[in-house]
């Protein structure tokens, strides 16, 4: 957008011209957000990929056409069932051989491995009702880049940031969250800490159900590898979840394809899946 006078600017000027709102994204003509409403990518394609599963559980009678479009991402629980239900039927997921559970065991023993612990710190963006996700995010990449830039040189700088930033409690311990095991983590948050071999602040933000985190990783207790037998059923899950996920990208894509997209674009590398 502008900055300056002009068609579409955002400055307002003498003339009285105000500030366009950016333009609503859309699913076959169905709104993914409300007007005043500001979402970053990554929520924006997820919600688009939610109302292309709805859209489509609908067509395929399994969801009633009075059913109506989500708020601010929630769908109904009849639309969420028949998504289920759609997936189940649309998506052919092979069963993981056991030569290819051996290989991906063989490339990720470390996700295996019991007891393994991260002594972590983080700085908590929450995401909560309102909150101005796309403003959110850019202050939590500034910030980011602040301390991996400082970090190396100047003591205290994580911990700093963390008394001022952080929304979670451990801000006023500088973000210190102590030995963490997978198990007292959120999922989505333990993926990004465990089974890695990085140390030092993390180059890229985490994110989980209760925001963004900007993480430092201070130590590691790699735990010990079990063998393939005691771990079998974990990898072929792993595989299965791994299959769910390529199968569904495929279909998405393929609805996509068919839909008229207005303000979205379902082909980014992050491009993330229904909730």
């Not at 009285?16 to 005043?36: F, I, K, M």
């Not at 991906?104 to 009702?129: C, K, M, P, S």
């Not at 008394?163 to 989505?188: F, I, M, T, V």
Request: with cysteine; charged share 25%.
């Amino acid at each position: 957008m502008n900055d300056g006078c002009g068609s579409g600017h955002a400055c307002g000027c003498a003339g009285g011209t105000v500030a366009a709102e950016a333009p609503v994204a859309r699913v076959n003509g169905v709104a993914l957000h409300a007007p005043d409403e500001r979402l970053d990518g990554a929520t924006l394609r997820q919600r688009a990929c939610t109302e292309l599963l709805r859209q489509a559980a609908q067509l395929a009678g399994l969801l009633p056409e009075s059913d109506a479009p989500g708020e601010r991402g929630a769908i109904s629980a009849e639309a969420s069932a028949a998504i289920e239900a759609l997936l189940e039927r649309e998506l052919v997921l092979p069963e993981p051989d056991e030569a290819a559970a051996r290989r991906h065991y063989a490339a990720h023993q470390a996700r295996y491995a019991n007891g393994e612990r991260v002594l972590a710190r983080h700085i908590l963006f929450a995401v909560t009702d309102g909150t101005d996700v796309v403003a959110l995010r850019k202050h939590a990449e500034g910030v980011l880049l602040e301390v991996r830039s400082r970090a190396a040189n100047e003591a205290g700088t994580f911990a700093q940031a963390a008394k001022r930033w952080s929304n979670c409690p451990s801000g006023e311990a500088g973000g210190d969250l102590g030995w963490l095991e997978a198990a007292d983590c959120a999922p989505e948050f333990a993926r990004e800490l465990f089974g890695r071999a990085e140390v030092g602040v993390l180059p890229r933000l985490v994110h989980s159900r209760f925001g963004l985190h900007v993480v430092e990783v201070l130590g590691r207790e790699p735990g010990t590898v079990q063998p393939f037998e005691a771990v079998k059923g974990a990898v072929e899950l792993s595989l299965r979840q791994q299959a769910f996920v390529t199968a569904l990208r495929q279909y998405l894509a393929v609805l996509g394809g068919r839909a008229a997209l207005h303000g979205v674009r379902l082909d980014a590398a992050d491009s993330p899946l229904v909730q």
